[in-house]
């Protein structure tokens, strides 16, 4: 159970660092369209890191307490 646990936290930190991509690219293609300036693209990637930062702190965490759960039982 708890290897299950491994493999669904680390699918988890993939999709986080996918939903990132995602928001850095379209960042970039509204710089591209001339609707935000680089400067506030880079604001908003260095906010995307953050979140993305606190969101995988969070997976490691969870996957951390629920090992403990399960090598306790």
Avoid: C, F, P
Avoid at 18 to 33: F, H, P
């Amino acid at each position: 159970l708890a290897k299950l646990a491994g493999t669904y936290a680390e699918n988890a930190r993939v999709a986080i660092r996918n939903v990132r991509r995602d928001g850095n690219d379209a960042l970039k293609e509204d710089e591209k369209k001339k609707e935000i300036s680089e400067d506030e693209r880079k604001r908003g990637e260095d906010e995307v890191q953050k979140l993305t930062d606190r969101m995988i702190k969070a997976v490691v965490e969870e996957l951390a307490r629920k090992e403990k759960d399960i090598l306790s039982q």
